[in-house]
């Protein structure tokens, strides 16, 4: 054996255990996108801490969830890793725990996000691939955090021979975000993986932050939560809460909670979307008549609205926001990522027409 | 108070009560789809029980699960409701539980199957409703069985005023099925509901029975399965195995296992799939060049049959089966019901040219 190829060997023999272990780093050393304040009691949450113990216990504890927070970073690794623990480790029925506790990540790519992996839960605490094999190029990443979860801890591993940096490019655009509020549909519930949520995949589809306030069973028409709302510089308001509400509680409280975000913004673009048209309710008569009926008031405020004076707000008829073939849900009501990627193709318009 | 409102009480009063009484009727009861033999060691499995003991253990335990499977029947209950037992309860952390061991309920409407709802398990067994405020008219439906485990029991509840009957309708037609033999994805990996499974999309759009020979991680093409599907009398064979095989086992298998098929089958369509190009195969470069090879191995067999005389053998180039974004799967590999509807937008026209 001459020379050469033992040091080749030894370079590759080097190469690969370099690559093969792992450094982590802890994620508060990245920019975290998706928050409506930085006045959070924990850094994954959404609520500012002022709220605690002002509102409802529930809606609190959804809060905490860190549905649409997402961390940018920028490696040249071939690959990436992930620890990650979450407070409840909530099971659900009909969502899969990569989308209710898992991670997901996405590389920027010839002007446009790409999957690359999801990171999948396998306990409280998950030390996990997602990605592996790359070409060791310097690329820019967006992992979207849990849907359903807390996070209240998470490191990125990479290879220890490379580098992880902060991010160059501004993608999705950080300033003036797409503010939605609504229910657990708004929240994800049932996206297969946080990045298939629809304010993320509107998030990439408008290259803009979208800030995610959406809270499972309490889009409720809370005016604390309008508040919050009203104190973000936002490029839009969308409204999205019919399903957590009764049709008395929208003739009661949507103007109010309308009011108290345009009296701050009175110029900002404020879109009302109707209830999608759930599929089951082409059966269930009952649920039929309700939703016909809660969106016939919602329609009907934001006309008096409207006749009275207030500018820029738009009411978003459901009708074919999800398809019409009923194949969109997983139990009726929750969108699968089919029917978040329709009702992403509907809104990508209404709302883009709209940001300045 | 006159005698006529009272009477007129009394019978609503008695309507709702009978109404809000659910009796259950056993499944056995009723026709069965999607099994290539009745020869099975119990009712709500998919292969001979002279396979047991005789194929590898794990084969054997995935053809025990129900996917594929389905019950008809008839009713004009304003109420479906379900009682069923899963073999082992399986967790899976990238699928729904409704998918893996829940059910799905269709209704036949205006010459198509329409989605009504999702059984949800919320346990190894599991008591709940289906459907509620339903017009009581006569209506065909299907219902589809747990992709993921076994099925020991199943119950379907109605109103106990209403009637339960066989169905009357033909649909999706019984003769002649087309037949399916794959992986995970086939088995319907990761399809929220039972009725997202590609096979069971395709076995809707087609009007056709399909029968679901997907095995998770062990579409390895084992011959002893190639003789059962040479057994049924189909109307097409779809072959789609190439993830649970590595190039080696595809060259060295293939043509062996079609042409077990072939010697009772001169002349069924028999389609041959490439694997899909998995969305994560962008990043991971030894994925890409793995999938690659073996989509060009399988090609190469393929073209070799043909030149040597086997008609009626058709290979499907993968490429676009998925769609383009990445978004398709819930990890790279499995698809959503988004990649199952796209996937099944690309097969049906290929499939339907090929049934007589």
Known sequence: MNKFPLILFVFLFLHTLSNAQVKYYDGSDFPLYGKITTETEARYERLPKTLKGEIRDRLWYLGTNSAGLYLRFRTN?????????VST??????MPFVGVKGLDLYCYQDGQWLFVNSGKPTAKKTTGLIMDNMKGEMREYMLYMPLYDGLTSLEIGVDSASVLEQPVIDSPKAQKPVVFYGTSITQGGCASRPGMAYTNILGRKLDRQVINLGFSGNGQLDY?????MAAADASVFVL??????NKTQILEKTEKFVNIIRAQHAETPIIIVGSILFPHSRFDLKMADVLKQKNEALKGICQKMKKEGVKKLYYVTPD??????????????????LGFTRYSEKMYPIIRKRIK
Chains 1, 2 share one sequence.
Do not use: R
């Open 77 to 85: 690794s071939t690959s990436v890793h992930a620890k990650w623990e």
């Open 240 to 245: 999205d809460f019919v399903p957590n509400v």
């Open 224 to 228: 604390e939560i309008a508040e919050v």
């Open 89 to 94: 480790n909530t099971v659900l029925n009909h």
């Open 320 to 337: 074919k926001l999800i398809g019409l073939d009923g194949e969109a849900t997983v139990d009726g009501i929750h969108m699968t990522d």
